[in-house]
């Protein structure tokens, strides 16, 4: 009997399935005795500015796109437990980052819920500050023109070097206040120990001043506020399969 209640116990206390580690350089390839590694997604910024020849106005474009956030991969692995016979098969994109996790083993969680999260992108024109304004003279230069802007939102010198270059050649600037001031870091993985890590995608407004107008442009990058965990849990004497799908490192089912 004392044996019987051993074997509930634990089980029961070993209802972890899966494990997380913070990556070293020494085991950053993958698949290997450490498991899985993958890397938490983080946002950039694209902006593509284009004068035409003989024309005022200037064209501009602003998409966003998602990256490997290479400050913060984790490893994925059993928990092992030798009264459970379980798999795990994570998979990756490219970059790194989680495309599919499937799992024998059981959920515990209520619900897993959806988050879905759309690039965003829009393209119009604008027209510059008028070359007779106190504000700005617009610096001459060989047309067409075209210039494209690669932004790290944590990165202000490179928002305030490209706001500089905005504003001598074309008049105009771009305001990403909102994106900085809400995209801070908050947890280290040092910190994580069970289960398996995203974040959410948020909706950030980038700004763009000309000639009396300023255009609003929303766009969807990963929220590093923040960040959260799907446990996958075992089950006492129950089995199920748990396939969780990821796009870009963000939860979608």
């Known amino acids: 009997m004392r044996f019987i209640f051993f074997i509930i116990s634990a089980l029961i206390l070993n209802g972890c399935g899966l494990n997380v580690y913070k990556s070293t350089s020494s085991n950053t390839k993958g698949n290997s005795d450490f498991g899985k590694s993958y890397s ?22 602003i998409t966003s796109k998602i990256v490997a956030d290479q400050k ?13 016979e379980d798999t795990l098969v994570a998979e990756t994109d ?32 604008l027209a510059s500050l008028d ?26 010198s490179s928002i305030i070097n490209m706001n500089d270059t905005l504003m001598r050649e074309h ?35 980038v700004k763009i001043n000309g000639n009396n107008t300023i255009k609003h442009i929303k766009i969807n990058l990963p929220d590093r506020t923040s960040i959260n965990k799907i446990s996958v849990d075992r089950g006492l004497f129950v089995e199920r399969k748990v396939n969780l799908t990821f796009t870009s490192g963000t939860l979608i089912k």
């Open 94 to 125: 490219a970059a790194g980052l989680l495309s599919t996790i499937n799992t024998t083993t059981v959920d515990k969680t209520s619900a897993i819920f959806e988050q879905i999260g759309m690039l965003a992108g829009e393209t119009f024109k």
């Open 40 to 61: 938490l997604p983080e946002g950039r910024v694209s902006i593509l500015v284009e004068r035409k020849e003989k024309q005022k106005d200037i064209e501009v474009s």
């Open 131 to 156: 070359a007779n304004s106190q504000e700005c003279v617009p610096k001459d230069m060989d047309l067409p023109f075209i210039k494209q802007y690669e932004i790290n939102p944590d990165d202000t």
């Open 171 to 205: 008049c105009i600037t771009i305001d990403m206040s909102d994106i900085e001031d809400n995209n801070k870091p908050i947890n280290s993985p040092s910190q994580f120990k069970e289960g398996v890590y995203y974040r959410d995608m948020k909706e950030f407004t």
């Open 72 to 84: 913060n991969k984790l490893f994925l692995k059993y928990a092992r437990n030798y009264l459970f």
